[in-house]
T-cell receptor, first 112, second 113 residues
Framework: KQEVTQIPAALSVPEGENLVLNCSFT??????LQWFRQDPGKGLTSLLL?????REQTSGRLNASLDKSSGRSTLYIAASQPGDSATYLC???????????FGTGTSLTVIP | GAGVSQTPSNKVTEKGKYVELRCDPI?????LYWYRQSLGQGPEFLIY????????DSGLPNDRFFAVRPEGSVSTLKIQRTERGDSAVYLC???????????FGPGTRLTVL
C-alpha cells in the first residue's frame, strides 16, 4: 500500500518569503501526483497535477517538482502572501488500482 | 455546472439512522470519487465510479455504506445504521476522464450523535 508523508505538519513564515513544502511516497510506480490547498471548513482546490513522465509543473507563483526515483515531490511557493495561508495536501495515484492516496497535509501560515 | 456541488453541507443525525449524501459532479465528467476526511487527516478513498458503474468500492469501510450513480451523473452515498464513528466530512470529486485532474466539492459534514 502506498504511504504518503508530508513534512512539516505545520509551517509559519513571514510574508514575502519563498518556501518549499515536501511530499514523500513509498512506491515510485505512480501514475500522477496532484497538489491541493484546503481552507478551513472547505473542500480541496486543485493547484497542480504532475504526470509521472513530467519533472515539474508551474502555475503563477507555484512550482511543483517530481522525482519518482526518490519518491519525492516538492511544492515551491514564491513571494508568499497572507492569502496563501491554508493546508496543502498532496495525493498520489499509483500505476495500479483506482485509489488516490493523500498525505495528512502541511498547515501553512503566512504572517503579514 | 460550474463546479462540484454537494448537499447537504451539514447533516446531524442520531445513531442508528439512515442518511443520504448527494454529489453533483462537473457536467460531462465521467469519473466520480467519494472520500471521507477526519479532523487533521487527509481524505481517505471510499469508492470510484466510471460512468454508472462502481469501478472500485474497496475503500468502503463495511456493508453499511453504499453508493450509486444511476445515470452517470449525480451520485448518492448512503449510510445505514449510522454510528458515531461515521462522523466526518464526506468529499466528492470528479474528473473529466479517469485519473485526470480531480475537482472537489465543498463536502458534507456528517455528525452522528
Amino acid at each position: 500500500k502506498q504511504e504518503v508523508t508530508q513534512i512539516p505538519a505545520a509551517l509559519s513564515v513571514p510574508e514575502g518569503e519563498n518556501l518549499v513544502l515536501n511530499c514523500s511516497f513509498t512506491d515510485s510506480a505512480i501514475y500522477n501526483l496532484q497538489w491541493f490547498r484546503q481552507d478551513p471548513g472547505k473542500g480541496l482546490t486543485s493547484l497542480l497535477l504532475i504526470q509521472s513522465s513530467q519533472r515539474e509543473q508551474t502555475s503563477g507563483r507555484l512550482n511543483a517538482s517530481l522525482d519518482k526515483s526518490s519518491g519525492r515531490s516538492t511544492l515551491y511557493i514564491a513571494a508568499s502572501q497572507p492569502g496563501d495561508s491554508a493546508t496543502y495536501l498532496c495525493a498520489v495515484r499509483p500505476n495500479t488500482g483506482n485509489q488516490f492516496y493523500f498525505g495528512t497535509g502541511t498547515s501553512l501560515t503566512v504572517i503579514p | 455546472g460550474a463546479g462540484v456541488s454537494q448537499t447537504p453541507s451539514n447533516k446531524v443525525t442520531e445513531k442508528g439512522k439512515y442518511v443520504e449524501l448527494r454529489c453533483d459532479p462537473i457536467s460531462g465528467h465521467t469519473a466520480l470519487y467519494w472520500y471521507r476526511q477526519s479532523l487533521g487527516q487527509g481524505p481517505e478513498f471510499l469508492i470510484y465510479f466510471q460512468g454508472t458503474g462502481a469501478a472500485d468500492d474497496s475503500g468502503l469501510p463495511n456493508d453499511r455504506f453504499f453508493a450509486v450513480r444511476p445515470e452517470g451523473s449525480v451520485s448518492t452515498l448512503k449510510i445505514q445504521r449510522t454510528e458515531r464513528g461515521d462522523s466526518a466530512v464526506y468529499l466528492c470529486a470528479s474528473s473529466s476522464v479517469a485519473f485526470s485532474e480531480q475537482f472537489f466539492g465543498p463536502g458534507t459534514r456528517l455528525t452522528v450523535l
